[in-house]
């Protein structure tokens, strides 16, 4: 079997996408949180 150079990229670049997006978020929350301690 040979290896898909442009497949394993394409995986390897969902999964930094999809990562980037789970930490953005979870970033986005922590954000909020501390906003609304600030704000009480």
């Known amino acids: 079997m040979k290896s898909d150079p442009a497949g394993v990229v394409r995986k390897f670049g969902v ?19 501390i906003l609304s301690h600030i704000a009480k």
């Not at 999964?15 to 979870?26: E, F």
Request: proline share 0%; aromatic share 10%.
């Open 15 to 33: 999964g930094v996408i999809q990562y980037q997006a789970k930490s953005g978020v979870r970033y986005i929350i922590n954000s909020a949180k």
